[in-house]
């Protein structure tokens, strides 16, 4: 069986693309790109492993149809589903696990915006594009980005900004079935204009985090509240963990596309492929 690397039209491609398809040529498999919105690939015959398929935003719905289809998927359509649409959550608030307080200000609502400095960012978006920090004097910039995004069409996700990004960064953990492989720490992403965070700005902002057992204990049991959600092991996840007042919480939860940032610690790519390995 064929493996396909599902990725986007363009330039995009991930750098985290070029190691898995070393790692898994290594593994003696045959493995290339695919995109995933290409009407002449086919899918049928193929192991899908989604990567940088970074422009499913603008076209969540056709997304997930294309998802839907394709027979197997890593990871799976359910998971797709669910950690596409940052209401998940509300979800996972549901669940008991902490999580940055979110509201979820749907197409045509009033925003009700928190106290002191906010965010506000598209409930399915991809990094931080169309995300930006609003300081408290600035709340009818903040209601103009609501506004803006109701206009598309998207709903909005407004958070109380976290200070402590500001000097810690945000902490992400990542697991490669099942198991954490590395700790990466990502500086404050809202702290400059949008138009600036360029690949490169967005990768001198991120280094390889010590291994901290409290904060992977954390994200196994995030990963274990959802569990009825990804249906067992997932092929990889992202924990993006920050220090709030009330302890660490869960900032997003990514399962379907997230950079897993193999260039700070090659013997992820190599668990990674070993493990796409083992599901065929």
């Known amino acids: 069986m064929r493996v396909l690397v599902a990725t986007c039209a363009g330039d995009r491609v991930d750098p985290d693309s070029p190691l898995l398809l070393e790692a898994l040529a290594a593994e003696g498999l045959e493995a290339r790109l695919a995109v995933w919105d290409d009407p002449d690939e086919t899918w049928e015959d193929a192991l899908v492993v989604i990567r940088s398929t970074w422009d499913y935003t603008a076209r969540p719905e056709a997304f997930r149809a294309w998802a839907a289809g394709v027979p197997r998927l890593l990871n799976p359509y359910p998971v797709v589903a669910y950690s596409s649409d940052k ?84 902490t992400a953990v990542v697991l490669v079935d099942g198991e954490v492989t590395h700790l990466m720490r990502k500086g404050a992403m809202l702290n400059t204009d949008e138009l600036d965070r360029t690949q490169l700005y967005r990768f001198e902002q991120m280094s390889l985090a010590a291994r901290d057992p409290a904060l992977e204990g954390l994200a196994r049991d995030v990963l274990a509240a959802v569990a ?47 493990a796409v390995r083992a599901r065929l």
Do not use: C, M, N
Request: charged share 25%; no cysteine; glycine share 10%.
């Open 87 to 170: 209401r998940y959550l509300l979800d996972l608030a549901r669940r008991g696990v902490p999580v940055v307080e979110s509201h979820v200000v749907e197409v045509g609502d009033a925003a009700s915006l928190p106290e002191g400095d906010l965010v506000v960012k598209p409930v399915v978006g991809a990094g931080s594009i169309d995300a930006a920090r609003y300081g408290a004097a600035e709340r009818q910039a903040a209601l103009a980005h609501v506004a803006r995004l109701h206009r598309a069409g998207r709903a909005a996700l407004v958070q109380p900004y976290v200070a402590s990004v500001d000097a810690e960064g945000e």
């Open 228 to 274: 009825d959600v990804t249906g067992g092991t997932l092929l990889y996840a992202r924990v993006d963990l920050v220090r709030t007042e009330a302890g660490w919480a869960v900032l997003e939860l990514e399962l379907v596309e997230p950079s897993l940032f193999l260039g700070f610690h090659p013997p992820a790519a190599r668990r990674l492929a070993a």
